[in-house]
């Protein structure tokens, strides 16, 4: 059997493309082909090719607005890798919806909220504004709207009274790098059903 190629798409120190690489392995139908970022500087990179997992690099800055023509060039390592899933993971750039199009039902993304509560940034910090109980990360399918695709996986913490947006950050990661794998092998495996972490 040959494996899915799955391609992780970062901007930073990637600790999520670190759990996604960890898990497949072994009887997993799923491979890593590519670690992707728009930053030469992000610290996942390094990670990456010290597991023996290809880099590449397609800095947005220099398309400054243009949006179309830094995905036109972000497509290339994705093609030529011959990618057939993609996993953002901490990547910051939003995406058009002439991108994601290209992608329908083969891109996730994770995000550090409870879904639909929270889309886009600062979401620690909100949740703890809000007074909320409990907070946690989703795994969503990426469409054109952001942070909108149909969910895939939910993992919940409780907020604590003594809580920052940095040690509820810190306790919301720790589920991310539990709930990443699991939802990407069972989207290897065709299972759509959510899954929620207890
Ligand atoms: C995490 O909070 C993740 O939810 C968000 O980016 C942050 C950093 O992720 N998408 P990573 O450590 O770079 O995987």
Not at 87 to 111: D, E, K, P, S, Y
Not at 168 to 178: D, I, K, P, S, Y
């Amino acid at each position: 059997m040959s494996h899915k190629r799955v391609a992780i798409l970062i901007s930073g120190g990637g600790s999520n493309m670190v759990a996604l690489l960890g898990s497949m392995t072994g009887d997993h139908p799923a491979r890593p082909c590519l670690v992707l970022s728009n930053d030469a500087g992000a610290g996942g990179l390094a990670r990456a090719a010290e597991r023996g997992v290809a880099t590449a690099v397609i800095d947005h800055k220099p398309f400054g607005a243009d949006r179309a023509a830094f995905e036109a060039e972000l497509v290339k390592p994705l093609i030529a890798a011959r990618t057939d899933i993609v996993c953002l993971a901490g990547f910051m750039r939003v995406l058009t919806a002439g991108f994601v199009g290209q992608w329908t039902g083969r891109m996730l993304n994770i995000h550090p909220s409870l879904l639909p509560k929270y889309r886009g940034l600062h979401t620690h910090a909100r949740a703890l504004d809000a007074g909320d109980a409990e907070h946690g990360c989703t795994v969503h399918e990426v469409t054109p709207e952001l942070d909108d695709g149909p969910i895939l996986g939910q993992a919940r913490v409780p907020v604590r009274s003594d809580d920052t947006p940095q040690t509820l950050a810190a306790r919301v990661l720790v589920q991310e790098h539990r709930l990443y794998p699991a939802v990407l092998r069972r989207f290897c495996d065709g299972n759509r059903e959510p899954l929620l972490l207890p």
